[in-house]
């Protein structure tokens, strides 16, 4: 009836045209009212569903994409008129295109809602007392999601164009064994990625160091084939995660205490004095705020295998008599701990010093027989005679 009413009224050449705005302006019109009812829903649901108001605003954008795409379907299939053998291939291609294009816009939608929601979990879980964050598990999480979505829309674009599934599994299978043999570095570089988001050994802002020295630093980003770690001397380390797969990792940001270990040493002349001395600095610890005292404290003469810095020795040294110190901060912190070693050990150092005694360093003495000197007196004598 509404074609009778145009054909009376325009021209032939005027009615697709006509056709083509009416399509134009329903989906313009459509484009509005999801525009608005997605906000109304958005304002009135962030009070009870912050995730709901999140779904809404990833869709916003693709579910009025979609409708262009119907609308520029309609035109195509619909309004334009097609003549001869062309018009089921036409229609068959635009079928299968539209199809393409509306499963991309979904799988945007839901890339665009795992990421929201990603940061949404991360702002809310965000220390604000200086510590580190760990986000391992919001960022693995993410990351399988982004996995799930792309395998589906995968299959999914792969029926829309007509292709069996059966087919695409052998070659699958075929892929999977090619790059089982020719990339096995690969292969273990995504399985040590999976086993680091599993087991969690560290995270990120954690400062780890292998057992061999050779890695050591800040971690800064966790992949499925590598893992960035910031070194102390600000240089990147890319290392690849099959090397933690075997290698011994000590995280020393997990560490409850830091250990306080040094070894002194006093003048053989202040051997009396060493009794008391230990039990004063055994106080001053025992006393101090910085001191985890339920950790082990130590003030002590040390063991035959210590090693003095130039030498190993044991209490009584080539120069001195040594005492060990072994405690535990509170502080884990390591701008901080310094800063309490070095208050430790200058009170120790004053400990020393107001029994009289004092710290050795290293000296000679000659030992001589008693009458060496009245000797050496009287050849001195003759000779100057």
Known sequence: MNDE????YLSPWLIPIVHVLIVLISVIVVNIIIRIALAIFAKKLSKKSNILRLFYQSINKPLRIITWIIGLWIIVTQTVNWEGDSVQTVLDISYMVIKVLVILCIVWALFSFAKNVKNYFIEKNTRTDGGYNDFSMIETSYKASQGVILVLAFFTILSALNIPLIALAGMTTVIAGFLAISQQELIKNLFGGLVIYID????????????????????????????????????????????????????????????????VGI???????????????????????????????????????????????????????????YTFTKTTNWVRFQATQDAIMI??????????????FPTTTIDMPEDAIEILSGKQALQSN
Not at 214 to 229: M, N
């Open 5 to 8: 009413l145009l054909q009376q």
């Open 200 to 263: 969690r050994p560290f995270s990120v802002g954690d400062w780890i160091y292998t057992t061999s020295g050779d890695i050591q630093g800040t971690v800064e980003k966790i992949s499925f084939r590598l893992t960035q770690i910031c070194g102390f001397d600000q240089r990147p380390i890319y290392v690849p995660n099959s090397t933690f797969l075997n290698a011994s990792i000590v995280n020393a940001s997990r560490m409850k205490n830091r250990r306080i270990l040094q070894y």
């Open 267 to 325: 003048r053989y002349q202040d051997f009396e004095k060493l009794p008391a001395i230990l039990e004063d600095i055994r106080n001053m610890l025992k006393n101090h705020k910085a001191i985890d005292q339920s950790r082990t404290t130590l003030v002590c003469i040390v063991n035959g295998s210590t090693n003095m810095g130039s030498s190993t020795e044991g209490v009584f040294g080539a120069y001195s008599i040594n005492f060990m110190i």
């Open 347 to 360: 009170e120790v150092g004053k400990i020393i010093a107001s029994h009289g005694a004092q710290i050795a």
